[in-house]
């Protein structure tokens, strides 16, 4: 028979108490509960106390540990189950009041994956420009899951998913002011396509931007790009020359009839 032999109110947190027992072996510190817990289970010095009344003591204190933190947690903002699950791990909280807490906070209407979901993606809608591919990523990572996702996905509609990716490009386009046209199409295509739009939404896009690029424009961004090309060349005859001009500048999306019109400046100049 295990004997409570004392219980001191713990140095750093006034809340909990740690109780020391004697089994016959001489006085050792048992375990340590909270007030509530002390005072429902009617834990005092003097009493007689077996193994298994312990451990059941011990998982009522967890169970109420893993509740009233996660309580605090949810205060500051909401959380997904997953969330929750991965704090209280941390405490090292046992499975078994991990599972029962969790439960608990669904059924009290503290967790709801749904609810998370529909918040979640209002607040990307509203304050950033992320795709809908980014933002199902993020929520399965945080354990939604994909029936949830697709569901509450509805609310970020084709035509808002338009508005968001011209903003996007029409915000990305003036850094690429020394590209082709083409160029300018393929970096956008790759930019819709990291921040997480789908294909059908890129295909609207490319063709909803204005790039501004007057054949003009177009001819002396092509200018700029040869003349640093004709450096790296010039020491090749004059019809590898041409060649190697050509294809290096058709690769970055200009068309062959301005490059020829390129070419003739330059020579022009040399001349």
Same mark, same amino acid.
């Given at each position: ?35 509530? /817990? !002390? ?7 003097? %009493?007689?106390? *077996? &193994? $298994?009344? +312990?451990?059941? =003591? ?42 029962? /807490? !969790? ?7 503290? %967790?709801?994956? *749904? &609810? $998370?979901? +529909?918040?979640? =993606? ?150």
């Amino acid at each position: 028979m295990t004997i409570i032999t004392k219980i001191q109110v713990q140095k750093v947190n006034k809340e909990r108490f740690n109780v020391y027992t004697d089994d016959g072996g001489g006085e050792e510190f048992a375990f340590s509960v909270d007030a509530d /817990t !002390l005072v429902k289970h009617n834990l005092k010095k003097g %009493l007689q106390i *077996e &193994q $298994y009344e +312990i451990e059941e =003591i011990l998982h009522s204190d967890q169970l109420r540990k893993a509740y009233l933190t996660s309580i605090v947690y949810l205060s500051r903002m909401m959380r997904t189950k997953k969330e929750v699950e991965l704090n209280l791990e941390k405490l090292e909280i046992s499975p078994d009041a991990i599972r029962n /807490t !969790l439960q608990r906070l669904e059924d009290e209407g503290y %967790l709801n994956e *749904e &609810q $998370y979901t +529909i918040s979640y =993606i209002r607040t990307c809608i509203n304050t950033t420009l992320k795709g809908p591919i980014i933002i199902q990523k993020e929520l399965k990572m945080k354990g939604i899951s994909n029936g949830v996702i697709e569901k509450e996905l509805k609310e970020f509609s084709t035509e808002k998913q338009v508005e968001h990716a011209v903003r996007l490009c029409e915000k990305k386009l003036p850094a690429f002011s020394r590209y082709s046209t083409l160029q300018k199409k393929n970096k956008l295509e790759e930019l819709l396509s990291r921040k997480g739009y789908p294909s059908n939404i890129i295909s609207i896009l490319l063709q909803e931007v204005e790039f501004d690029n007057d054949e003009d424009d177009e001819l002396q961004t092509l200018l700029q790009h040869a003349t640093k090309l004709q450096r790296k060349y010039e020491k090749f005859s004059e019809w590898e020359y041409k060649q190697k001009m050509k294809s290096a500048l058709f690769r970055k999306g200009f068309s062959i009839d301005l490059i020829d019109r390129a070419l003739d400046m330059l020579d022009d100049q040399l001349n």
